[in-house]
């Protein structure tokens, strides 16, 4: 039996990662810092991805590694997990004889909706990190990926994905009350209008149209767990994806005006625009994974908004 050693698979992607590798055949070594991870074939190892001994502990022996370890805005944290934890497990893998390493980035290395982008970004978009821990952190781990494969032949797959969702975090994103605290750059809400504010002071919902300085809705890209899974098991094992970075992410970029239409008359719930000045609308290129993985991405955004009001429905059935 083929072993994989992850890092990161408590997390809401590690894991289906994992169960994805279970199905797979493979055994698995998970290093955990708090939350043990369950399976068949899976064992985890208590420790942490800045100890790299335990690292190394995890990874003997094992074909296949992934890394998804990471911290989000905490400065006391993000470096030693996502920057000194990625380090020490590339450093681990060329002392071992890894068929393939993969690293889950995300598009926060390309700079997405805070900078202006006139082209959708394809894999050789520049690295454009913006303000904030984790997109710095994001860069930071390509780059050392990207590096160890020229200076040791480590053979390395990227997959660079937008906002994962799954159940119902699409809905709490279009919700104004939802969002009212957000602590992670890139997303929040931009200006708050009297109406917001109104809405938030006597708690009555609103479904957000987030709006550029001439009020014209913005477009982002953002993608579904289930499909990020499907593009991680079409480049696992698969000698076309070696040496290769994929953007992974839905089918098409939407529109905040025509999503929040929908979603309002699904659910009967105003709509309210809100003034993003600070933001710009982006699309993401998935050419390439579609054309090397055989990627088929399959919840677009009205798919995704009817699976998270299913979900919400049987979370207030149980």
């Given at each position: 039996?083929?072993?994989?050693?992850?890092?990161?698979?408590?997390?809401?992607?590690?894991?289906?990662?994992?169960?994805?590798?279970?199905?797979?055949?493979?055994?698995?070594?998970?290093?955990?810092?708090?939350?043990?991870?369950?399976?068949?074939?899976?064992?985890?190892?208590?420790?942490?991805?800045?100890?790299?001994?335990?690292?190394?502990?995890?990874?003997?022996?094992?074909?296949?590694?992934?890394?998804?370890?990471?911290?989000?805005?905490?400065?006391?944290?993000?470096?030693?997990?996502?920057?000194?934890?990625?380090?020490?497990?590339?450093?681990?893998?060329?002392?071992?004889?890894?068929?393939?390493?993969?690293?889950?980035?995300?598009?926060?290395?390309?700079?997405?909706?805070?900078?202006?982008?006139?082209?959708?970004?394809?894999?050789?978009?520049?690295?454009?990190?913006?303000?904030?821990?984790?997109?710095?952190?994001?860069?930071?781990?390509?780059?050392?990926?990207?590096?160890?494969?020229?200076?040791?032949?480590?053979?390395?797959?990227?997959?660079?994905?937008?906002?994962?969702?799954?159940?119902?975090?699409?809905?709490?994103?279009?919700?104004?009350?939802?969002?009212?605290?957000?602590?992670?750059?890139?997303?929040?809400?931009?200006?708050?209008?009297?109406?917001?504010?109104?809405?938030?002071?006597?708690?009555?919902e609103r479904i957000p149209i987030l709006v550029d300085g001439s009020g014209k809705s913005l477009r982002?890209?953002?993608?579904?767990?289930?499909?990020?899974?499907?593009?991680?098991?079409?480049?696992?094992?698969?000698?076309?994806?070696?040496?290769?970075?994929?953007?992974?992410?839905?089918?098409?970029?939407?529109?905040?005006?025509?999503?929040?239409?929908?979603?309002?008359?699904?659910?009967?719930?105003?709509?309210?625009?809100?003034?993003?000045?600070?933001?710009?609308?982006?699309?993401?290129?998935?050419?390439?994974?579609?054309?090397?993985?055989?990627?088929?991405?399959?919840?677009?955004?009205?798919?995704?908004?009817?699976?998270?009001?299913?979900?919400?429905?049987?979370?207030?059935?149980?």
């Amino acid at each position: 039996m083929r072993t994989a050693a992850v890092f990161g698979a408590s997390g809401k992607l590690g894991r289906s990662v994992v169960a994805a590798l279970e199905k797979r055949g493979f055994a698995i070594r998970a290093l955990v810092h708090r939350t043990p991870v369950s399976g068949r074939n899976t064992v985890s190892i208590s420790g942490s991805i800045v100890d790299a001994s335990a690292v190394g502990e995890t990874m003997r022996g094992a074909d296949v590694v992934v890394q998804l370890a990471t911290s989000k805005e905490e400065a006391e944290s993000f470096f030693d997990v996502s920057v000194r934890g990625t380090f020490n497990v590339l450093e681990a893998c060329r002392h071992e004889k890894i068929r393939q390493f993969f690293l889950f980035g995300g598009d926060a290395a390309l700079g997405i909706w805070f900078y202006p982008h006139p082209i959708p970004l394809d894999e050789n978009a520049p690295r454009k990190a913006y303000p904030g821990y984790y997109a710095f952190s994001k860069v930071m781990e390509e780059t050392m990926t990207e590096q160890y494969a020229i200076q040791y032949g480590l053979t390395v797959t990227v997959l660079r994905s937008s906002w994962i969702f799954e159940g119902t975090d699409l809905l709490n994103h279009f919700s104004l009350l939802h969002n009212l605290d957000t602590k992670e750059k890139g997303h929040g809400f931009g200006e708050v209008c009297t109406e917001a504010v109104q809405s938030m002071q006597t708690k009555q919902e609103r479904i957000p149209i987030l709006v550029d300085g001439s009020g014209k809705s913005l477009r982002r890209h953002i993608v579904h767990l289930d499909d990020v899974i499907q593009a991680f098991d079409r480049a696992l094992d698969n000698p076309s994806a070696f040496g290769q970075t994929f953007n992974i992410s839905g089918p098409s970029a939407f529109d905040y005006r025509v999503v929040a239409a929908y979603i309002s008359e699904r659910l009967r719930i105003p709509t309210v625009d809100l003034s993003s000045q600070n933001y710009h609308s982006f699309e993401i290129n998935i050419s390439r994974a579609r054309a090397v993985l055989g990627y088929k991405p399959e919840n677009d955004i009205f798919r995704m908004v009817d699976r998270a009001i299913e979900a919400s429905h049987q979370k207030r059935g149980n």
